[in-house]
Structure formats: C-alpha cells, structure tokens
C-alpha cells in the first residue's frame, strides 16, 4: 500500500499504537500524577497516623475511620452535607428548569437578555459572590436585615443563627446554580424534535399536557445528568464557607470539603484529612453510580 | 413555526422580574462600589459617586500583580491544555491501539473525581516535588484535562477522513495533518473548552490558596479573600465591593458582551 512509486526505499514508517501511545502520554501523565496516584495515596494514608511533627506515616489500620464514626462532629459535618445538598439540588433544578422553559423561545423580544441575567452569576468567582452576599445578610445592617427592619420585623443576622445560616448559604448557591443548569435543560430542550410539537399542536394537545406527555419523558436522560451535575457541584463548594463564617456557628455550616481542608491545613493532620477525603471519594463515586444507568454511557465508547 | 402565537404580555413581567431579581447582588455590588462609604448600609446606593473606594483598595492591595498572575496562570493553562488535548483527542479519534479502554477509564476517573476533591494528597505531591508557592503549582494538576480531551475527541470525530487522507498523500506527517486539518476544523470545540478552562481557573480558589504563599504568585481569588478577611475590611463594605469589581469585572464584562458564544459554548461543553 505504501509502496514508493519511483522504487526508492521506504522510511521507515511508526507503528499506529506507539503513535498513539506517545501522544497520549502527556495527558495520561498529568491525568496518573495528578488524579490516579492521589486517589490510591489517600487510600494508603487513610490507613496511617500522619500527624504534624511525625516524620513519617504509620500503619494504624482502620483506627481513623473508627475515630471518625465515633465522632459527633463527623457525623455533625455529614448531616449539614446532606441538608445542603438537598437545600440546594432540589430548588436549583427546578429553577433551572423553569428558567430554560421560560427562555427557550425565540418568539419573544429580549430573550439574549434575561439568558444573561440568569447565567452571569456562573461568570462570577463563589469568593466574590460569598463577599458580596455575607454583606447582604450582616446583622442588622445588612440588606435583608434592614429590609426586614423597614416592614417592622426583628433582624435576623441569618449568618450567625445555627439553623439559619445553611438555608441562607443555600439561597446564595441557588441564586448561582440555577442559571447554570439552566443551560444543561436548555440544550437538552434545544434536541427534541420540533415535529412532535407541532403534532401535539395539531391534536389539540394543551400546553400542560404536552409537557407531561412529550417534553418531560424525553428530557429524562439530561434530568439525570443535571442531577448529578448538581450535587457533585454542591459536594465540591466550599468557598464561600472560608469567607463568610469558616464553619461557625459551632461548626453548623462545616460541610465535608471545608472539614478536609480544616483537617489538613489548619489542623496538619494529612492522615485523618485523607480518610475524610476517601470518604469523599466514595460519596462521589456512588453520585457518579447514576451515569451508568444513562445512555451516556454508550457515548464514551462509540 | 407556522403555528406562531403572539406572546403572551405576562411572559414579559414574569421573565423581566426574575431577570431584575438575579441581577439584585450584581446591582448593589457595582452601585456600592462607586459610592462614598456611609454608616448604615444602603439598600439602594445612588449618590455620592466617587473612585476613591477602587482607588483606596488598588493602592491597598497588590491587586495589578494579581492580574499579571491570574492572567499567567489562565493562559499559560490554556496553552498547554490546547497541546495536550489535541494530541490526546487525535489518538482516541483517529487511531487504532490496543489499550483504548484503559486510557477511557483513566479519562472516565477524572470526569468523575474533580481536583477541587484531591487537595490533600495533591498537596503533598506538589510539595514532594518542591513546588509549593510557585504558579506551575497552580496549573500542574490541570494540564492534562478529561474534559477537554473528550469534548475534542467527539469534535475531531465529525471530520471527514477523506481529508486527513488528502493530506497524507499530499506528503502531510501526523503533526501536519493535526497541525492543517484537524485544529482548523475545530475552532468552535477549542473555544467551547476555552472559556470553561479559563473561567474556572480565572475564578478557582481553594487550590491556588493552598499551594500559593506571596504576593508574587497568588491569584485575584485568593488576594480578595486575604483583603475580605483582614482587619481594614472589617465592616468595609464599599471597600470590599470595589475590591469584588476590581476582580470579576473582567470576565463578567467580557460576558455581558459575547453571551450568546458563552452560552452556546457552556451547552456544547455540558454534553458530555
């Protein structure tokens, strides 16, 4: 086939897979240094005391997750991870999907705009966004507090009251994931055929019953994948934690990452920091589990 | 579209209340940045216009070696992610190797596991290798990207081979081919990834807090955090606003102006 036509000597020619192999390398390089080795180091440190001043790790066993599952605050961390969680998928989906319903139009003037006012939050560092809100919820200065004063109500200082302040955490995250996953919902809406509609239309179908019938079932596979998207982003934000109250209460609004960072970083204990984040891992591994029961799958391999 | 209905007014006064609630934080920021400071808190900032709050924390913080930073590390991701990917995706798209499976797993990982979950252990990797307080320590876990790898390789795959053919018989190597079929045909895909690689690393903050250590190499996520968290901020409210403007004004203004590429780009990118 790759016969030289004037008879000349062919050069010699690289084997496909070694072409292949070569320039994969540098990705699968970063992608073993960076993620692989790490998640296999947490796993072998989460079995070690590691503490600040030892000058290496020592076997303990299973003693840290032991320690871990007597611990009232563990447990304490893991109950604000889950209220969050759910503070935050649950209306942010919905809204995500009612904002790409509403915009999922080119018939009416303006769309580009209100498009923008719901995404440009996602344009925003969390950091900037937990500056700008921990002043909108202050104590009786704040926004809210003096809103609340002006209709003649009590300041509520949301961000220092124990069951207050992850609800008022939530609405900020809200505010931001919503935009975003409205653009999943949007482009999952953007692929279903037109035609159906306009059959729909045409037996009379009303707009209520067509959503049911129609636009819900075949919007399934992104519902899946906007689902998941949300709770892996909520598991992974801890940002707005360092800058409006770093756990406090008495730790009502620790979530799981912030408490890796804390035990790591503030306290040095790499051992215990990295069961907590083996405990993460497995947390994001049964989220991920989903995916597989979605067509995605197929995707990856064809 | 033959069925076209005039639209309802009430879909403007829902879409535009909602549009005016979001926009609520963004409004009193910028408002509150470029007002004199007052003693209560104002709900609704509109007098007393002045610079000297963007002026004040300019001259407080290092906020320009912060930009130069940011901007290195934001670029300088880009950049080598752009190699990477390509080369990956061409392998995965293209070429035929025992192993592929592997090499999906490991991609598959990453796509499951994000950095922002690894900290601790990347941590000690990084400063196994020396590299603490530096800016390749900010970027090091992010060269090589599944996401991108994966959002090229779908790209890559809707380009006809009959063009990477021509090219060979024209003479072209593999890097040629790459080089004058493959990334030509891909702008949209490189774009897509793009803005999502540079939003996340222009907005990133924990990583860069815990591997950064100076003024000469933290980021504008990290300086604001510092400047939000010190004594002079304390109940400083305009202070901080402006601070929170100086940083994301960039990319939000950038946005306000190319929304509709941003957008279609983040619902390319979102089909995984």
Redesign the interface.
């Known amino acids: 086939m790759h016969n030289d036509q004037k008879g000349r000597k062919q050069p010699w020619k690289m084997p496909e897979s070694m072409k292949a192999w070569i320039l994969l390398a540098p990705t699968l390089i970063f992608l073993i240094v960076f993620t692989v080795y790490p998640i296999l180091r947490s796993g072998y440190l989460s079995l070690n005391a590691y503490e600040l001043g030892m000058r290496k790790p020592e076997f303990i066993g299973l003693q840290n997750y032991i320690g871990f599952a007597k611990s009232p605050l563990f447990w304490k961390v893991m109950r604000n991870t889950l209220y969050f969680s759910l503070l935050t998928v649950i209306p942010a989906f919905f809204i995500g999907l009612g904002l790409a319903l509403l915009v999922n139009t080119k018939r009416a003037k303006g769309i580009g705009l209100y498009r923008t006012s719901f995404f440009y939050p996602v344009m925003m560092p969390m950091i900037a966004i937990a500056s700008i809100w921990m002043f909108m919820y202050m104590q009786e200065s704040g926004m809210l507090d003096q809103l609340i004063l002006k209709l003649g109500g009590r300041p509520l200082g949301v961000l220092s009251n124990k069951r207050t302040v992850l609800p008022a955490m939530a609405v900020m995250y809200v505010w931001r994931e919503a935009g975003y996953l409205m653009i999943f919902f949007l482009s999952g809406l953007q692929s279903l055929d037109k035609e159906l509609y306009e059959a729909a239309l045409i037996d009379g179908s009303t707009p209520i019953h067509t959503f049911r019938k129609i636009t819900l079932p075949l919007l399934a596979p992104t519902t899946l994948f906007v689902t998941i998207t949300a709770l892996t982003d909520s598991l992974k934000l801890v940002d707005h934690i360092v800058i409006m109250t770093e756990g406090a209460p008495n730790n009502a609004s620790t979530l799981l990452l912030y408490y890796i960072y804390q035990q790591g970083f503030v306290f040095f204990d790499q051992a215990r920091a990295s069961t907590l984040t083996v405990v993460m891992l497995v947390i994001m591994l049964i989220v991920s589990m989903g995916q597989f029961f979605n067509n995605d799958k197929k995707i990856y391999y064809n | 579209m033959s069925?076209?209905?005039k639209?309802n007014p009430l879909?403007?006064v829902?879409?535009?209340t909602?549009?005016?609630l979001?926009?609520i934080?963004?409004v009193?920021?910028v408002l509150?940045a470029f007002t004199k400071a007052t003693f209560?808190?104002k709900?609704f900032p509109h007098e007393n216009w002045t610079l000297d709050n963007i002026k004040y924390v300019w001259g407080q913080v290092p906020f320009a070696r912060y930009y130069l930073n940011t901007i290195m590390v934001v670029v300088s991701t880009y950049a080598i992610q752009f190699?990477?990917?390509t080369?990956?995706a061409?392998?995965?798209a293209v070429?035929?190797?025992?192993?592929e499976k592997l090499?999906?797993l490991?991609?598959?990982?990453?796509i499951?596991?994000?950095?922002?979950?690894?900290?601790?252990?990347?941590?000690?990797?990084i400063s196994d290798l020396g590299l603490t307080d530096r800016k390749v320590a900010i970027m090091?876990?992010?060269?090589?990207?599944?996401m991108g790898?994966?959002l090229l390789r779908q790209h890559f795959k809707t380009i006809p081979r009959a063009l990477s053919d021509a090219a060979t018989i024209d003479g072209c190597n593999?890097a040629q081919i790459i080089r004058h079929v493959y990334v030509p045909n891909s702008k949209t895909a490189y774009i897509s990834f793009g803005l999502v690689s540079v939003?996340y690393h222009?907005?990133?903050?924990?990583w860069p807090?815990?591997v950064t250590n100076s003024v000469e190499n933290r980021t504008?996520?990290v300086g604001?955090?510092l400047f939000?968290?010190s004594k002079e901020a304390v109940?400083q409210?305009t202070n901080?606003?402006a601070?929170?403007f100086i940083?994301?004004a960039p990319?939000?203004l950038v946005?306000?102006i190319f929304?509709?590429k941003?957008?279609e780009s983040?619902?390319?990118s979102?089909?995984?």
Do not use: E, H
Not at chain 2, 95 to 99: C, R
Not at chain 2, 106 to 110: A, D, G, K, L, R
């Open positions: 069925l076209r209905k639209v879909y403007y829902v879409a535009i909602l549009s005016c979001f926009l934080p963004l009193w920021m509150t209560v808190m709900v190699i990477t990917i080369m990956a061409y392998a995965l070429l035929k190797f025992k192993g090499v999906f490991i991609i598959f990982i990453q499951i596991i994000p950095n922002d979950v690894l900290i601790i252990p990347n941590f000690m990797t090091l876990p992010f060269l090589g990207s599944a790898t994966f593999t939003s222009w907005n990133n903050f924990l807090l815990i504008l996520t604001l955090a939000a968290k109940l409210w901080v606003c601070a929170t940083i994301s990319l939000v946005f306000f929304q509709k941003f957008i983040f619902v390319a979102g089909i995984k």
